[in-house]
């Protein structure tokens, strides 16, 4: 033998066919038992007490975790390369098969004698020298039974004048265990946690091997030939091939090769070597470019919600949402529009805030009045004076109601705009409705009221059928307590092309003073109540009847629904002023 072996020697000298057992030689790598680890959980579970900074740090984790899933999904398959592995055992099996069928034809050549009364039988000691030579080269083992089922011949063991000699392979000298060994070392065991091995049948060798233990020689005994797979004790697998020796067509014994999977294992081992070095390159890359992406994710959002929290506590105004509208991504976009937002908010706390100024200053006056007229009316006696002061408190009283009920609509106002969506307005039957309304409750003295609509087709708006009806009613009883008696207030409706095709302009005119130049803002400002007396005025409402945030709610209720309203002042040829106009433009429906 060219390679080195030990000898174990048997002293009770009972032929080859008895071979010495060691537990130790049974023990090769191991492979192919049912995995017992739990897969590894990668999402954490958020629970109620997580701080906000850990939660919004899940984001993170959840970008890697699902690249890396999808990462793991096709590089867990290289454990279980069944198909791969099945064709190097087959391809085994072909190249056993070839040998076999060589090897026998050469016994059935060489190694066969005529014995008389028996015939053709096979010659063990030169049969046994011719396999040694044969399968030397091969790596493999093999053995050679009779028709009757003994062994005859095992290249394993070695006839000598002490005994028999087994010969195996001796494992290398002890060295330093490399990087690459040590991790195939691990991979190998990882590989013994691994299912599906112990499907096949465990190779078992008896003290007295027989043919009868070995399906493949019983079945070559009558075809022409068989194989087996099986697996080792400790690991590997045991490949088999049984050839019948025939000479002259006549079987007269059965070889069987068989060898380890070592070649298998190594290709194998070759195989899952090259896919781990692909995953860890590509897991390297996942994992950097899923903390980039995070980072590019998570972290600006991290910094969003921390402002947008500290907006929530109401820590001031020093707040500042972080300024993000360079990128032009959705992160962009969302920090643009919380900066927007975080404006409209104050802008709204604003209003508010001006808005309680406001009502506590406009309640305080008619307050003030009506206390002074209750104090001075228990002092006096005069009928008439009693009288008086009791009209003056009636005249606060209303006016507090009036007040105070204007103010309840100006609040829910802006709630109910953004509550209800605007829809589809016909701006005639709503004008037709308004000017019926005043018509009907106007006194005798009071200016006539104009309606001019344009003919055609239906004045389609999207409004609030409700609310534009009290804007057409804020301004229209505007008009009517500035016009002279017998005057007239005309209401006109006209299409013209506007920001969404068709729009519609509605305008209202009156004969009144018209506005100072100064107040044509003004007077859209809420609690503004400067009514200059006028001569020939009409002796509409009293002046208690106003709380100046009539046409405050109805700009409010235009420009909710995308409109816009505006004052101007009429003049004649010598540039007088005439009059007063109301423009109202509202979106086409």
Same mark, same amino acid.
């Given at each position: @033998?060219?390679?080195? /072996?030990?000898?174990?020697?048997?002293?009770?000298?009972?032929?080859?066919?008895?071979?010495?057992?060691?537990?130790?030689?049974?023990?090769? $790598?191991?492979?192919?038992?049912?995995?017992?680890?739990?897969?590894?959980?990668?999402?954490? %579970?958020?629970?109620?007490?997580?701080?906000?900074?850990?939660?919004?740090?899940?984001?993170?984790?959840?970008?890697?975790?699902?690249?890396?899933?999808?990462?793991?999904?096709?590089?867990?398959?290289?454990?279980?390369?069944?198909?791969?592995? /099945?064709?190097?055992?087959?391809?085994?099996?072909?190249?056993?098969?070839?040998?076999?069928?060589?090897?026998?034809?050469?016994?059935?050549?060489?190694?066969?004698?005529?014995?008389?009364?028996?015939?053709?039988?096979?010659?063990?000691?030169?049969?046994?020298?011719?396999?040694?030579?044969?399968?030397?080269?091969?790596?493999?083992?093999?053995?050679?039974?009779?028709?009757?089922?003994?062994?005859?011949?095992?290249?394993?063991?070695?006839?000598?004048?002490?005994?028999?000699?087994?010969?195996?392979?001796?494992?290398?000298?002890?060295?330093? @265990?490399?990087?690459?060994?040590?991790?195939?070392?691990?991979?190998?065991?990882?590989?013994?946690?691994?299912?599906?091995?112990? +499907?096949?049948?465990?190779?078992?060798?008896?003290?007295?091997?027989?043919?009868?233990?070995?399906? +493949?020689?019983?079945?070559?005994?009558?075809?022409?030939?068989?194989?087996?797979?099986?697996?080792?004790?400790?690991?590997?697998?045991?490949?088999?091939?049984?050839?019948?020796?025939?000479?002259?067509?006549?079987?007269?014994?059965?070889?069987?090769?068989?060898?380890?999977?070592?070649?298998?294992?190594?290709?194998?081992?070759?195989?899952?070597?090259?896919?781990? %070095?692909?995953?860890?390159?590509?897991?390297?890359?996942?994992?950097?470019?899923?903390?980039?992406?995070?980072?590019?994710?998570?972290?600006?959002?991290?910094?969003?919600?921390?402002?947008?929290?500290?907006?929530?506590?109401?820590?001031?105004?020093?707040?500042?949402?972080? +300024?993000?509208?360079?990128?032009?991504?959705?992160?962009?976009?969302?920090?643009?529009?919380?900066?927007?937002?975080?404006?409209?908010?104050?802008?709204?706390?604003?209003?508010?805030?001006?808005?309680?100024?406001?009502?506590?200053?406009?309640? %305080?006056?008619?307050?003030?009045?009506?206390?002074?007229?209750?104090?001075?009316?228990?002092?006096?006696?005069?009928?008439?004076?009693?009288?008086?002061?009791?009209?003056?408190?009636?005249?606060?009283?209303?006016?507090?109601?009036?007040?105070?009920?204007?103010?309840?609509?100006?609040?829910?106002?802006?709630?109910?705009?953004?509550?209800?969506?605007?829809?589809?307005?016909?701006?005639?039957?709503?004008?037709?409705?308004?000017?019926?309304?005043?018509?009907?409750?106007?006194? $005798?003295?009071?200016?006539?009221?104009?309606?001019?609509?344009?003919?055609?087709?239906?004045?389609?708006?999207? /409004?609030?059928?409700?609310?534009?009806?009290?804007?057409?009613?804020?301004?229209?009883?505007?008009?009517?307590?500035?016009?002279?008696?017998?005057?007239?207030?005309?209401?006109?409706?006209?299409?013209?092309?506007?920001?969404?095709?068709?729009?519609?302009?509605?305008?209202?005119?009156?004969?009144?003073?018209?506005?100072?130049?100064?107040?044509?803002?003004?007077?859209?400002?809420?609690?503004?109540?400067?009514?200059?007396?006028?001569?020939?005025?009409?002796?509409?409402?009293?002046?208690?009847?106003?709380?100046?945030?009539?046409?405050?709610?109805?700009?409010?209720?235009?420009?909710?629904?995308?409109?816009?309203?505006? /004052? +101007?002042?009429?003049?004649?040829?010598?540039?007088?002023?005439?009059?007063?106009?109301?423009?109202?433009?509202?979106?086409?429906?």
């Amino acid at each position: @033998m060219k390679h080195d /072996a030990r000898v174990r020697w048997r002293s009770n000298g009972e032929g080859v066919s008895a071979p010495e057992t060691d537990p130790a030689e049974e023990a090769r $790598p191991a492979g192919g038992s049912h995995a017992t680890g739990k897969p590894l959980e990668w999402i954490a %579970k958020r629970g109620k007490g997580i701080s906000r900074s850990f939660a919004s740090r899940s984001l993170t984790r959840r970008i890697l975790a699902i690249n890396l899933i999808v990462l793991l999904v096709p590089v867990g398959g290289f454990f279980f390369l069944d198909e791969y592995q /099945a064709s190097l055992v087959d391809a085994e099996t072909e190249t056993l098969r070839v040998q076999g069928e060589a090897f026998a034809g050469a016994l059935g050549t060489s190694a066969v004698a005529n014995v008389s009364g028996q015939g053709q039988v096979i010659e063990p000691v030169e049969a046994g020298q011719i396999l040694r030579r044969l399968v030397e080269p091969t790596n493999s083992r093999a053995r050679l039974f009779s028709t009757s089922g003994n062994l005859i011949a095992d290249t394993q063991y070695l006839r000598s004048p002490r005994g028999v000699v087994r010969i195996e392979e001796l494992p290398p000298p002890d060295e330093v @265990m490399s990087v690459t060994d040590w991790f195939e070392t691990r991979i190998d065991a990882v590989l013994n946690w691994l299912p599906g091995r112990y +499907e096949l049948p465990l190779y078992r060798e008896a003290a007295l091997q027989k043919a009868s233990d070995y399906e +493949e020689v019983i079945g070559a005994l009558t075809a022409d030939g068989a194989t087996a797979v099986r697996r080792h004790g400790a690991g590997g697998l045991v490949i088999s091939v049984a050839v019948p020796v025939q000479r002259y067509k006549q079987v007269i014994g059965v070889l069987m090769l068989s060898t380890g999977s070592v070649e298998v294992e190594k290709a194998m081992r070759a195989v899952r070597i090259d896919i781990l %070095k692909v995953f860890a390159v590509a897991l390297f890359t996942t994992v950097a470019l899923s903390v980039y992406l995070a980072g590019t994710i998570a972290r600006p959002l991290h910094r969003l919600t921390a402002a947008a929290e500290r907006v929530r506590l109401g820590r001031g105004r020093e707040v500042e949402i972080p +300024e993000f509208s360079g990128r032009h991504d959705e992160i962009g976009e969302l920090s643009r529009d919380m900066r927007a937002m975080t404006e409209a908010l104050w802008d709204r706390m604003d209003a508010i805030e001006r808005f309680a100024a406001d009502v506590a200053h406009e309640i %305080k006056n008619p307050l003030t009045s009506l206390r002074s007229a209750v104090e001075t009316v228990a002092r006096i006696t005069d009928p008439e004076q009693q009288r008086r002061l009791m009209a003056i408190i009636l005249d606060d009283v209303q006016r507090l109601d009036r007040l105070i009920s204007d103010i309840s609509d100006a609040s829910r106002l802006d709630a109910e705009l953004s509550r209800d969506p605007p829809s589809p307005v016909d701006v005639t039957n709503v004008l037709q409705a308004v000017v019926e309304m005043q018509q009907l409750a106007a006194k $005798p003295a009071a200016p006539q009221i104009v309606l001019d609509i344009e003919d055609g087709r239906p004045l389609i708006v999207q /409004a609030f059928e409700g609310r534009l009806g009290q804007v057409f009613r804020n301004i229209i009883a505007n008009a009517t307590s500035f016009s002279p008696s017998g005057s007239r207030i005309v209401v006109r409706a006209r299409r013209q092309d506007g920001r969404r095709g068709h729009d519609v302009v509605v305008t209202i005119d009156d004969d009144g003073p018209g506005i100072p130049e100064a107040n044509l803002e003004s007077i859209f400002q809420r609690f503004y109540t400067d009514r200059p007396e006028t001569p020939g005025a009409s002796a509409g409402a009293p002046p208690a009847s106003h709380s100046g945030l009539g046409l405050s709610i109805s700009r409010q209720i235009v420009e909710a629904t995308g409109g816009r309203i505006r /004052a +101007e002042n009429r003049r004649d040829d010598a540039g007088e002023i005439v009059g007063a106009r109301f423009t109202v433009e509202l979106l086409g429906g």
